[in-house]
């Protein structure tokens, strides 16, 4: 079993920075990519950011590229999303899903554990 706990939600204004953190413990997290997914009122949840086990290799959703960034300490046992949020569109709740594979995928199909997610509320 992997617990995986998201932080950093909150209310921020168009344009300001918001830092998601995802912390996991049961396993070892190396093992595992990483996806951050979000979801809207009244919408199914989407793909945002991917990494793989080791870094080095990570994938945006068209609507968040050179906006959000996807990062992770595999020594803190952590993933995070940095985000420079735009009003409305990146309202949301953010989830990390972990999986136990060299990958991440932009389907929420593989991904075996997620968190409670973290409200990030974007104003204009």
């Known amino acids: 079993q992997v617990q995986l706990v998201e932080s950093g939600g909150g209310l921020v204004q168009a344009g300001d920075s918001l830092r998601l953190s995802c912390a996991a413990s049961?396993?070892?997290?190396?093992?595992?990519?990483m996806g951050w997914f979000r979801q809207a009122p009244g919408k199914e949840r989407e793909f945002v950011a991917g990494i793989r086990r080791f870094g080095g290799n990570t994938g945006y959703a068209d609507s968040v590229k050179g906006r959000f960034t996807i990062s992770r300490e595999n020594a803190k046992d952590a993933v995070y999303l940095k985000m420079n949020s735009r009003a409305g569109e990146d309202t949301a709740v953010y989830y990390c899903e972990a999986r136990a594979a060299l990958l991440y995928r932009r389907g929420r199909d593989g991904y075996e554990y997620w968190g409670q997610g973290t409200q990030g509320t974007v104003s204009s």
């Open positions: 049961g396993r070892t997290f190396s093992n595992f990519s």
